[in-house]
């Protein structure tokens, strides 16, 4: 395309030259076709440049949606693998700190090897007669930024700089619930942002420390760890292989 709009600018300027100069020199002639040359090996060479970058471009970006299947089959949706969790996803709704809907859907994706380490800890505790409940899992890194801008307390909220252990699929948010579908009294609710969630808090009564006693010592068993401000929050040990993700899943 933009050799031939050149060529037809070099034509023009000839036939102007030709129609103004009664007999055109030999050597006015020989000038005006090194002219017309010259033109037409830039133009190839302009062309060529263009073609370069839009293969570059088409490269980068088919190389962005390939590393992001990647990233993405890393992870399973445990609703998939197991009929045996319940989940109430708080960030797909408004009920939250944040006050908004920061997922467009309610799904809990975590890595392959954490879905497996969850899904033996739920096992153990059905068999005495509890369930585990799910509040959140894997967190987009672009949500970390949002909360981190509405709660910039790093004992509660992880900085979005070094990233949440959500953001790796290895963290996950949770509860206890009877396996016939009762609640579980764990002294506060989801995201309270206080000592009275602290695992060393002890002013609570005998069953709200023998809940949260039995979900810790389960999770720890099975490759878990605390932080000591939330109760409801764990991470996988083995996550330091994890990169940070920030893909939306699907909704149905």
Request: charged letters at 30%.
């Amino acid at each position: 395309m933009v050799i031939r709009k050149l060529m037809a600018l070099i034509f023009l300027m000839i036939l102007v030259s030709c129609t103004t100069t009664e007999v055109a020199p030999e050597s006015q002639t020989m000038a005006l076709l090194e002219k017309a040359k010259a033109l037409r090996l830039r133009g190839e060479k302009v062309e060529q440049s263009l073609y370069r970058k839009k293969d570059s471009i088409e490269g980068l970006s088919a190389g962005e949606s390939v590393r992001r299947v990647q990233e993405r089959s890393n992870f399973v949706n445990i609703a998939k693998i197991s009929d045996d969790f319940v989940f109430d996803m708080k960030y797909a709704t408004k009920d939250n700190f944040l006050k908004k809907q920061v997922y467009d859907c309610a799904k809990c994706l975590v890595r392959d090897e954490v879905a497996k380490a969850l899904i033996a800890a739920n096992n153990d505790l059905q068999k005495q007669g509890y369930r585990i409940k799910f509040f959140d899992c894997y967190r987009p890194h672009s949500v970390q930024k949002k909360m981190w801008k509405i709660f910039p307390n790093p004992g509660y909220v992880a900085n979005p700089k070094g990233g949440s252990i959500h953001n790796k699929g290895a963290a996950v948010d949770i509860t206890l619930v009877r396996s016939g579908g009762g609640a579980i009294d764990m002294g506060t609710k989801f995201d309270h942002f206080g000592k009275k969630a602290h695992h060393a808090y002890t002013k609570l009564s005998k069953e709200v420390l023998a809940n949260r006693k039995l979900l810790r010592t389960t999770m720890e068993k099975h490759g878990f760890k605390t932080i000591k401000t939330e109760w409801w929050h764990y991470n996988f040990k083995s996550n330091q292989g994890y990169k940070i993700s920030d893909f939306r899943w699907d909704c149905d």
